[in-house]
């Protein structure tokens, strides 16, 4: 009896220390978030000031708006994370009428040799549709970016009664091995940022887990990404 008690003694300790951290983390977050965003608020009017000035000059306006852009990323992701554990509000939807309304939207970002295709059902699911609208619509532009020709593909294929796939493929670059590891990172090294900040699939990959999803890259696939 003595050792029965002592071990769950010694488990309630565990669980309030876990629960103790994961509140001290929450506040972290929220310190982090709350950082970023006066940050963001300061530096706005010197970055309108700066662009004012900057006249016509091209090179000087696309990199404070790369730098605007970015400042509003951070924040955006910052606010993700420290609400991470909340899950969106979720509905029944329509696949096919969901993925077509955005495929429509990123066809006007694909370049004339590029066709879309689009392979959805007609299956409901339950899930937030703006939050995923966010995640696929990115993929699609990023995908549109970097085809030239060929195809991009927008398809949902249902796994078993409570999960989906949304599965996205184009026939462009591809990804560098090398870079591969740190697609999901944020804050990774960035050479340009008038290039992008690299926050967009760490961003979009945050946006997934608050659906209680992941987002992943197939490396198997070799026809481009």
Known sequence: LFFLFGIMVKNTA???KLKNSLSLA???NETKSNFISNINTQMAPSLDALQHVSGNNPTAIRHIEALKNMMEHIQTYMELESSREERY???DLSVSTLCEQIMEKAKGQFKPEV??????PRVNIRT?????E???????????????SGKI????????AHTGQFIITDTGSGIPEEKRNSLFKPF???LDLTEGDGLGLPTCSLIAYKLNGTLRLDESYKKGT
Not at 134 to 148: D, G, R, S
Request: aromatic share 4%.
């Open 134 to 148: 966010n995640v696929l619509l990115y993929l699609l532009n990023n995908a549109a970016l970097h085809t030239e």
């Open 89 to 91: 509000e979720v509905k």
């Open 188 to 190: 990774a090294e960035v």
């Open 115 to 120: 066709e879309a295709v689009l392979n959805a």
């Open 153 to 160: 593909t927008l398809e949902f294929k249902k796994r078993s």
């Open 14 to 16: 565990k669980i309030k």
């Open 128 to 132: 937030n549709a703006e939050a995923l």
């Open 26 to 28: 929450n506040d972290n």
